[in-house]
């Protein structure tokens, strides 16, 4: 940016007009988005009316009705004044009834507080609170609530009825927990009566032979033989039937059986040729009383045919409070039989379950002793004991233990004699312990075995069927892998590794394996015995990376272990090896080690030396690092002083062959011998490479060689990008006023903008000015070129003609002609218009170099004439005369500039031959490029 510092009239032209661009830009128009929330508020509500929500997973309303993720939520907000959108109800959804041990979640929030005002009660905004046994709510600081039966909105109201939080906003919700452990086990037997049916016996069953006939019965009596009639006959009140022809037939108290015998034997005996046979027909109803511990007591009209637990079952069931090993049936007073629930409930055993009779009392007594089995049974529940003093005969009436089960580790919850409970270890894989009395109130819990296998080993990782296998003693490495055959595709066999635990401690330590070793000589020391828990880990080659994400646990592992006086047994390794990272150190490791750990070394990788960085902590707390360096090419031949032991944390690093891999080219194109890409070495010269080539041709034309490179390139693109940039930021404050007298601005703004485009979107081609028939020269010093990666070298054909462009009359070509000077070659094409002068017009060499007008400083590298002022014409050479500024409007120069331009080559052109001959210094585009070894002195 000096030349436009410096005043040169193109430069200020570009400020100008970049300037203007600047000031009548279009300013950007913004959008802002506007976003609207809706939120559901609740309505204020009196006491006496409740309802229920339906809650959804958005932001909680500003009244209080907080919406979250749960089935039902009830929210009673405090009574406002404020008219706020009413919250519809799902009444279709049931909300839930509160209970004894449930639950809640409840959210209290206060009102704003009031200047002057007594503090509030000093509540928990959120908590989570249980029912107790009761049902009832302990809340701190302000009483205790009885909620129990209770629906959600039902419990806000029945708290804000306290007094005490009237005027704060409640939220309560029943939380679906479910129950675990001792609180999930439930008595058993008492849901046998939950299930929808009254057990009552079926009519048309066969009536057994020891019913007991009574009043009401009907028996259905038919003859046959020399008379065939059948009778209904009804048992009268005072236990008789009357039989046509027989009379009348005492019948009450008699068994079914023994009353066929009797009419059968009074039938043939007083009706000479004719026999009976007797039926029940429908049964009498019979009343019995069901009292104590059961559901609805009371007085219940049943069938004839029903037993006790008949009677229950309409009687709604025993109650957990009653006794299922005790129920009583009472008759005349007296207990004729005790019916244990649990013979048919557990063996199926129905032999004490007496038939009733009429007047019968069926009679529940409170439950007895209990017991809680949880854990490893086949029967968890809480148990009432009758004859049962053992945990043996607990234990069974359990079901007895799992295969799961781990009876040494049992345990037994039980009140002391001080009235608060112990815990107790109760071995029952002992008789003795088995044979412990059980108590009233006793919790006992059998644990389950490890959920971790035992004597197994594992393998994992590179093998076709990974997963644990039976561990046998003497068992090694091969026994568990077996063959190759069973790894996946290139596998490392030179590196596995084998977690062990360390017995007695149960730390990890690590092995590395030469698994291929094992297999091949299974005698061998490789083929290591195998431990229980073992982990064998296989490696491949095929995915890098691979290793590391199979030792990240182990890695992390070890690294937990580690303690202040252990560091963690940890080992890395970067640079030119196949897998860099972190490794478990194993004891006795060294560096070979460490890199059959790592997969080996890489190809590029330098034997010569490598570095070993080791941390130490000295004065208790100072990190002290040191370097150690190591001769590889020793330590791989097997000296084992070169062979570093490692020690914990120890980092390894494998330096590279400089530029091992990579292989730089250079293409030669045009008139060489044999063209072609051309691998280079690091330093080699351009002189080089086009003897390698065969040289020049004969009709080379060396002068106008074209050299770019991708540096050049990417470097001339930014400088391009930065000039737009500076000139777009300049022409913001700077001459805004000279940009044009003519009043046109908005056209001129179109020009500016375009300008800085064509900057901002420039595409450099890297040229780089050279002399090349200096450098095909034996004594080339000064002149020759380090070649880099990707240089391209074009050398054309020999050129004879000039060109003239610019402000002449007629812009062409004309055959080269030795002798004829500039001034020739522009009368040669008309002579020079007005809009210029002669001291703007320049010469652009075949190589991209140009020749500013003559000045004295210049004629030590300029081809002058005898008279020094004359610019010595050669073939291929490009005659410019470019455009006097000063003679035309800025705004219309600009736009003929830009209209006229057929790419940014031109443009640059000129640019940078203004530049050049005001400056005598770079080119900065393909039509004038890069300048390299420049011999002028004064340069």
């Not at 204020?44 to 409740?50: E, L, N, Q």
């Not at 929210?75 to 509160?98: C, F, W």
């Not at 048919?344 to 038939?355: C, E």
Request: aromatic letters at 6%; charged letters at 20%; hydrophobic letters at 40%.
């Amino acid at each position: 940016m000096n030349y436009i510092a410096n005043g040169a009239p193109l430069g200020r032209a570009i400020i100008f007009a970049c300037m203007l661009a600047v000031g009548f830009s279009a300013a950007a128009q913004t959008t802002s988005n506007v976003s609207t929330s809706v939120a559901a508020n609740a309505e204020g509500r009196s006491s006496s009316s409740s309802s229920s929500s339906t809650s959804t997973p958005s932001t909680a309303t500003s009244t209080g009705v907080a919406a979250t993720p749960s089935a039902t939520s009830a929210t009673v907000p405090a009574t406002s004044t404020e008219t706020t959108p009413s919250l519809t109800l799902d009444t279709t959804i049931s909300t839930p009834i509160l209970a004894a041990g449930d639950t809640i979640y409840l959210k209290i929030t206060p009102p704003e507080p009031v200047p002057g005002a007594k503090p509030t009660i000093p509540l928990p905004s959120t908590r989570i609170f249980m029912l107790d046994k009761q049902g009832v709510l302990d809340l701190p600081y302000v009483d205790r609530f009885p909620l129990a039966g209770l629906k959600e909105d039902e419990a806000i109201l029945r708290l804000r009825a306290s007094g005490a939080l009237d005027n704060h906003q409640i939220e309560l919700r029943r939380l679906p927990v479910a129950k675990a452990g001792v609180d999930a086990l439930e008595p058993l037997g008492y849901n046998l009566f939950l299930t929808p049916t009254t057990f009552a016996p079926t009519a048309d069953v066969l009536v057994p032979d020891d019913y007991v006939i009574g009043a009401n019965d009907t028996l259905i009596v038919q003859l046959y033989g020399v008379i065939n009639e059948t009778y209904t006959l009804v048992v009268a009140r005072d236990g008789a039937i009357n039989i046509p022809e027989v009379g009348p037939v005492q019948v009450a108290g008699m068994s079914f059986s023994e009353l066929r015998r009797s009419i059968s034997r009074l039938v043939s005996s007083q009706m000479i040729g004719v026999k009976a046979h007797v039926n029940m027909g429908p049964l009498r109803t019979i009343t019995v009383f069901i009292m104590g511990d059961v559901t609805k007591p009371g007085s219940y009209v049943v069938s004839a045919l029903s037993t006790m637990t008949n009677a229950l079952f309409v009687g709604g069931g025993v109650q957990t409070t009653g006794s299922l090993r005790d129920i009583q049936l009472k008759r005349l007073g007296k207990v004729v039989t005790r019916f244990d629930l649990y013979d048919m409930l557990l063996r199926g055993d129905t032999s004490k379950d007496a038939r009733l009779r009429n007047g019968d009392v069926i009679f529940v007594p409170p439950i007895g002793r209990t017991v809680s089995v949880t854990g490893e049974v086949r029967r968890p529940a809480v148990y009432e004991l009758r004859q049962e003093t053992s945990f043996e005969q607990v234990v069974e009436l359990a079901g007895g233990l799992l295969p799961s089960a781990y009876p040494k580790g049992a345990q037994l919850q039980r009140v002391s004699g001080k009235q608060f409970r112990v815990l107790e270890e109760i071995d029952l894989s002992k008789k003795t312990n088995l044979l412990t009395q059980a108590r009233d109130g006793d919790v006992l819990n059998v644990p389950a075995v490890l959920a971790r296998l035992e004597e197994i080993v594992k393998v994992g990782g590179y093998v076709r069927r990974p997963g644990a296998r039976a561990w046998t003693k003497g068992m090694k490495l091969s026994d568990l892998v077996g063959s190759v055959n069973q790894l996946l595709s290139k596998p490392d066999l030179d590196y596995a590794v084998l977690r062990r635990h360390v017995v007695g401690s149960r730390e990890t330590e690590v092995l590395s394996v030469r698994l291929g070793e094992a297999l091949t000589n299974p005698s061998s020391a490789a083929n290591i015995e195998l431990l229980p828990l073992d982990e064998l880990t296989v490696f491949g080659h095929e995915v890098v990376g691979d290793r590391q994400v199979k030792l990240a646990p182990i890695v992390a592992e070890l690294e937990r272990q580690a303690t202040r006086d252990r560091p963690a047994k940890v080992v890395s390794v970067s640079g030119a090896v196949m897998e860099a990272g972190i490794y478990p150190l194993e004891s006795g490791m060294r560096v070979t080690d460490l890199l059959r750990s790592a997969g080996s070394l890489k190809q590029e990788a330098d034997i010569s030396s490598a570095e070993l960085t080791r941390y130490a902590i000295i004065n208790g707390g100072e990190l002290l690092v040191s370097h150690l360096g190591v001769d590889l090419s020793a330590a791989l031949r097997g000296d084992q002083a070169a062979n570093l032991e490692l020690q914990p944390k120890d980092f390894l690093n494998i330096k590279s062959v400089q530029e091992w891999g990579v292989q730089p080219t250079v293409e030669l194109s045009g008139e060489v011998r044999n063209p072609g890409v051309y691998p280079i070495a690091r330093g080699e010269k351009l002189s080089s490479v086009i003897q390698r080539a065969g040289g020049l041709t004969g009709v080379a034309f060396p002068q106008g060689t074209v050299f770019t490179r991708l540096e050049l390139q990417q470097k001339e693109e930014a400088l391009y990008k930065d000039l737009a940039d500076r000139l777009e930021s300049e022409m913001k404050t700077t001459l805004l006023e000279r940009v044009d007298e003519a009043g046109r601005p908005q056209e001129a703004a179109e020009i500016a903008r375009s300008i800085v485009d064509l900057l901002r979107n420039a595409k450099s081609a890297g040229r780089l000015v050279l002399d090349l028939p200096r450098i095909v020269e034996p004594d080339n010093s000064g002149y020759d070129i380090t070649l880099m990666a990707g240089d391209t070298v074009f050398i054309p054909q020999r050129k004879d003609e000039v060109t003239v462009v610019g402000e002449v009359r007629k812009s062409t070509t004309h055959l080269y002609a030795p002798g004829k000077t500039v001034d020739d070659y522009l009368d040669m094409s008309g002579g020079l218009t007005e809009k210029t002068k002669r001291k703007l017009v320049y010469v652009i060499r075949a190589n991209g170099a140009a020749v500013a007008t003559p000045t004295s400083s210049r004629r030590a590298w300029m081809w002058w004439d005898e008279g020094g002022a004359v610019v010595k014409v050669q073939p291929g050479d490009t005659v410019v005369a470019l455009l006097d500024v000063e003679k035309v409007s800025n705004l219309k120069i600009w736009r003929d500039v830009v209209g006229s331009m057929g790419g940014l080559g031109s443009f640059m052109s000129g640019l940078a031959n203004t530049y050049t001959a005001t400056h005598g210094q770079k080119i900065i585009n393909q039509g004038a490029s890069t300048v390299i070894n420049n011999p002028d002195p004064a340069e």
